[in-house]
């Protein structure tokens, strides 16, 4: 009896990590490291001044080397490029200044030959007006007359005899989220720029056309995609007012609204229903997970509801949880954020983690470029997904563009955040040959680009490449987390496994420096620890020995400098001397170790 329990406990010792390693493979995207490429800013290879698919190819083994596993790969679609390639024209291909549907079938197969992931766009809430649905369905062209949300004036005005709109709901970009279309007579609705109307997701026949869509680019074997804006999908059917923000009310800003009725409408659930349906497909017929990102700012219940449950999945993890964006810029504040995004991914989500994106920007530009490699410290070494925006990795910067290189592009102010990738010093920080970059490089290529940091044994990448190798660790894969606050600045966390090295993170977040005092937070950490990595302003090295103090004498204690962070790491050790005690740890996110390694 004794022996076949001790065989049994034995078997599951042996087959979870056999289980572990299996559902890697097949749920790659539950560790999976991004890195996010804005395509027409990252690498011009036929030198006519935008970044393109070919030029990604050409620095594919950067990515790699870099250590990330997953290539999204944005804004390919035809566009005219109004609101930076989200008013596709036809998102069944490619946009001829990156190249051809051939050349992303070139990219997505060298990316599968190296191990590798890729996530493209999709964007279900709108196209572009030039987009041949719109012409037709503007001129009420069968099939496409109801393809779009088209509305009769609410009455017309007395004296002018302008069309006054169905309702008072205001765009993301302001103004009024309709416009009047003198050819058909009606108003057609736009959750963002008038250039991108809103598709009607009440027509049966845009849920197929769209999942159409997805067919087709699972068919070229992308593995996933992130979706844009996707609480925008449907509207109130009676198009009821949207309340608005008491003070705020006739405000032309998205902000004077609560979006009760133009937002979050309970059918979009049926509508991401039906795009898992089509995954799930996908993944049975090759065994591989073919996933969907999404893009959310919503309230934590609408982006737990995206993600489903454990008897209902629907996406799998939200794209754009950008560390260190949140407010208040404190401890609590970034606790409270990282709780939150625990909890809404769970129970069938994964958490997620982003440095910088293409709208929010680099984190440098909020924190100042000290926080810059301790927001990769935190988002590659907490549990989940981890991704980085093109050029985070050598701490880019945002650049804003001067009045007369501003066109009728910059929707939103955001072409700052994506200006081209510092590859060396040379013209155009290698970015193109041609005199003139669709965008300008930011002036400080000379001084940040990748050549230089390669070469410097201490700089942002190559700490960044350091990060990455210790986020493929069991640690980090597999292990538990315990987050601490010993002062108001200070924000530390513990990764720990049974019989594995213990990790902790600790940033200071403030403009002062912070006594270091880990015994506060109990994590029951040996006195000497090693310092794994250190972000350049912190005034520790690599290598160094860290001594934790103790609490009852803080004078003792280490500091660290304002807006720095470090990476410790312990020995291995034994599963009793890590357990934590939650005595102060404010929170423990854990399964037991068996359910942890087996779910992982
Ligand atoms: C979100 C995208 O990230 C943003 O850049 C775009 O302007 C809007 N969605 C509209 O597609």
Not at 8 to 17: F, G, H, Q, R, Y
Not at 245 to 262: C, D, E, L, T, W
């Amino acid at each position: 009896m004794c022996y076949s329990i001790c065989l049994i406990s034995w078997m599951i010792v042996i087959l979870c990590p056999l289980q572990k390693v299996q559902s890697h493979q097949n749920e790659w995207y539950k560790t999976a490291t991004i890195y996010q490429v804005y395509t027409r800013s990252f690498m011009d290879s036929n030198n006519d001044g935008n970044g393109d698919l070919q030029g990604i190819l050409e620095k594919l083994d950067y990515i790699q080397t870099l250590g990330f596993d997953t290539v999204y790969v944005q804004s390919v679609f035809k566009s005219p490029f109004l609101d930076g390639g989200f008013d596709v024209s036809d998102q069944k291909d490619i946009n001829p200044i990156f190249g051809t549907t051939n050349d992303l079938k070139n990219l997505i197969d060298e990316i599968h030959k190296r191990g590798m992931k890729i996530l493209i766009d999709f964007v279900p809430n709108h196209t572009s007006h030039e987009h041949e649905w719109f012409k037709k369905s503007v001129k009420r062209e069968a099939p496409y007359t109801d393809f779009y949300v088209w509305e009769n004036p609410k009455e017309f005005d007395s004296q002018t005899n302008e069309p006054i709109p169905p309702n008072n709901w205001i765009a993301v970009f302001t103004g009024s989220m309709w416009k009047w279309s003198d050819e058909r007579n009606q108003f057609y609705l736009h959750q963002f720029l008038p250039v991108e109307p809103d598709l009607n997701y009440r027509n049966p026949a845009v849920r197929e056309a769209m999942k159409g869509i997805l067919k087709f680019w699972l068919d070229l074997d992308v593995d996933g995609f992130r979706v844009d804006a996707i609480g925008h999908l449907l509207e109130d059917i009676m198009l009821r007012d949207n309340p608005w923000i008491p003070g705020m009310v006739g405000v032309n800003n998205y902000r004077a609204q609560i979006h009760k009725f133009s937002k979050n409408q309970e059918e979009m659930y049926e509508v991401t229903d039906e795009w898992r349906l089509v995954l799930d497909e996908y993944t049975r017929k090759t065994n591989r997970s073919r996933i969907m990102a999404f893009e959310s700012f919503d309230p934590p219940e609408f982006v737990q509801k995206h993600m489903g449950n454990e008897t209902h999945k629907r996406l799998h993890f939200v794209l754009c949880p950008t560390i260190f964006f949140h407010r208040p810029y404190n401890a609590s504040g970034i606790v409270d954020f990282i709780q939150t995004q625990l909890r809404v991914s769970t129970p069938s989500g994964v958490p997620s983690w982003s440095v910088g994106s293409h709208d929010m920007g680099r984190s440098g530009d909020l924190g100042g470029s000290e926080i810059s490699l301790p927001s990769f410290m935190v988002a590659f070494l907490l549990p989940g997904v981890a991704t980085s925006y093109y050029g985070d990795e050598i701490s880019m910067s945002d650049q804003p563009l001067r009045p007369d290189q501003k066109s009728n592009m910059d929707a939103f102010d955001h072409l700052k955040h994506r200006t081209p990738m510092q590859w060396d010093d040379s013209t155009n920080a290698g970015f193109t040959r041609t005199r003139k970059p669709w965008l300008p490089v930011n002036p400080n290529y000379w001084a940040i680009n990748v050549k230089r940091q390669l070469g410097e044994k201490h700089s942002q990448l190559n700490n960044c490449i350091r990060l990455i190798k210790l986020r493929r660790t069991p640690t980090i894969l597999n292990g538990q987390l315990a987050i601490c606050t010993p002062t108001p600045w200070l924000f530390v966390f513990q990764r720990y496994l049974h019989g594995e090295a213990s990790i902790v993170v600790v940033v200071n977040l403030g403009t002062e420096m912070e006594l270091i005092s880990l015994k506060d937070c109990s994590f029951n950490l040996p006195r000497v620890m090693e310092i794994h990595t250190a972000s350049s302003s912190s005034g520790f090295q690599i290598g160094d020995k860290f001594v934790v103090c103790d609490s009852s004498n803080l004078t003792s204690c280490p500091r660290l400098r304002p807006r720095s962070g470090l990476v410790l790491t312990s020995a291995r050790s034994s599963e009793s001397s890590y357990a934590v005690k939650s005595k102060h740890s404010i929170l423990i996110f854990a399964l037991s170790l068996v359910l942890s390694a087996c779910y992982w």
